[in-house]
């Protein structure tokens, strides 16, 4: 393997300046409830907010300020994600079985958690997509109570109306105008507009990871996301202008993004630079895609298939393409990645939209050990025994002699005493 193209020194994501700056968040919001979401709302998103909560004439409103074949095309990839959810909860069951030793039932309940906290980001531009992502396996799973949050869209000084739609079509059940650290704050401790919840799911930038990191514990989290990322395996067959555009397509996500491709075949990676020159001159986000690339692409050129399979496998990307001669059969060799997308007709874009798998990912290797939100993100598969006084008997010597040998007494005596 040889590198054609490498990236600069990474970018730093975390910081000591992020780190305190949002523990001086997390501190305010606990100690002034709604008026510092509102103050800081005004500071960070320019917002003059009165009431956090939106309401449903709020909802009503978004609805008509948003063009019908948007709506529509919301609806439709609802649908996908609701037919992939259901199907992800008709694999996992709850539990219920006799053990060999009689008198002792074992099993497992799959139980929803009671609030889930949804962070939808809004940055440069709105993210309704997100807003379907979190909230429709939530509540396929069964959550209770579905809060959302996105901060205030400068344009419209309150959450842009295509989110609060996909918020709506969703099925949210409180929708607040808090965005950045707060929102997470605000999640995790609760204000007087907004009961706190037992998870937090969502990606955002480095003060909501930072912030998630630091009130994980308090309340659960997803993950901790880093850069948005894709790395793209292809040989002699790929299409370059495929892959050229799948390489801008990840680069316009921000400065930090990083866009990977290992290839078998050197030949056509200057067709590919030139297709991405040409292509990012048609875009109003080439240029800054091309500068992230720049900045963070990598080419590297594999000196075999098998090869460039265990450098995506060693790499676990967030999303990876395969765009090979036979791309079913060479995704069996594949196995370390967040989401996959086999065969050139699948580029990332239809997995961030409407194809039905969910699009918060694992980032920064994390693939090798976790998985994207999911229905079991919002489900606790808690432990349960139903033991009988025949159970009891069968069981008590063991326990009884494990419990004297940690000299766990008290425990010892709960068994022998039943025995009586």
Same mark, same amino acid.
């Given at each position: 393997m040889k590198y054609y193209k490498s990236a600069k020194e990474a970018k730093e994501v975390r910081d000591a /300046? $992020?780190?305190k700056a949002v523990a001086d968040i997390i501190c305010q919001v606990r100690q002034q409830g709604d008026q510092a979401l509102k103050d800081l709302a005004k500071k960070f998103d320019h917002a003059d907010l009165?009431?956090?909560r939106v309401t449903k004439d709020d909802i009503k409103k978004a609805y008509e300020q948003v063009d019908d074949?948007?709506?529509e095309s919301f609806q439709k990839a609802a649908e996908q994600i609701t037919f992939y959810a259901k199907a992800q909860l008709d694999c996992i069951k709850p539990l219920d079985v006799q053990s060999p030793i009689a !008198?002792?039932?074992l099993g497992h309940r799959l139980i929803p958690v009671d609030g889930a906290g949804l962070y939808v980001p809004g940055g440069r531009f709105p993210l309704p997509s997100t807003a379907l992502m979190l909230t429709i396996p939530a509540k396929i799973a069964g959550v209770k109570r579905v809060a959302a949050c996105s901060p205030a869209n400068k344009q419209f000084g309150t959450i842009h109306p295509a989110t609060l739609v996909a918020m709506d079509i969703a099925g949210a059940d409180e929708i607040y105008t808090v965005g950045g650290a707060q929102a997470i704050a605000a999640l995790a401790y609760g204000t007087e507009s907004i009961k706190k919840v037992d998870l937090i799911a969502g990606p955002g930038n480095r003060y909501v990871t930072e912030a998630k990191r630091q009130v994980m514990g308090t309340v659960g989290i997803d993950s901790l996301a880093g850069p948005s990322e894709v790395l793209i395996v292809a040989d002699e067959t790929a299409n370059p202008e495929y892959i050229a555009i799948d390489l801008l397509a990840q680069s316009e996500h921000d400065a930090f993004a990083k866009s990977i491709l290992v290839t078998t075949d050197e030949s056509k990676v200057p067709e590919i630079l030139k297709a991405m020159e040409e292509l990012a001159a048609k875009l109003p986000? !080439? *240029?800054a895609a091309m500068?992230?690339? *720049?900045d963070n692409g990598t080419i590297m050129i594999a000196d075999s298939m098998e090869e460039? $399979?265990?450098i995506a496998n060693d790499a676990a990307p967030e999303h990876l393409e395969v765009h090979t001669k036979d791309p079913v059969e060479y995704s069996k060799k594949l196995y370390q990645f967040g989401s996959l997308f086999i065969g050139e007709d699948a580029p990332v874009a239809l997995g961030d939209y409407c194809s039905g798998t969910n699009h918060t990912l694992p980032t920064m290797k994390n693939a090798k050990f976790s998985n994207g939100v999911w229905v079991g993100t919002f489900l606790k598969t808690s432990f349960v025994? /139903?033991?009988?006084?025949? !159970?009891l008997k069968n069981l008590s010597e063991t326990c009884m002699t494990m419990a004297h040998t940690e000299g766990l007494a008290a425990h010892e005596m709960s068994v022998a005493l039943r025995l009586k």
């Open positions: /300046h $992020a780190t009165t009431e956090l074949k948007v709506v !008198g002792v039932e986000t !080439g *240029e500068q992230s690339f *720049e460039m $399979a265990d025994q /139903h033991i009988t006084k025949e !159970g």
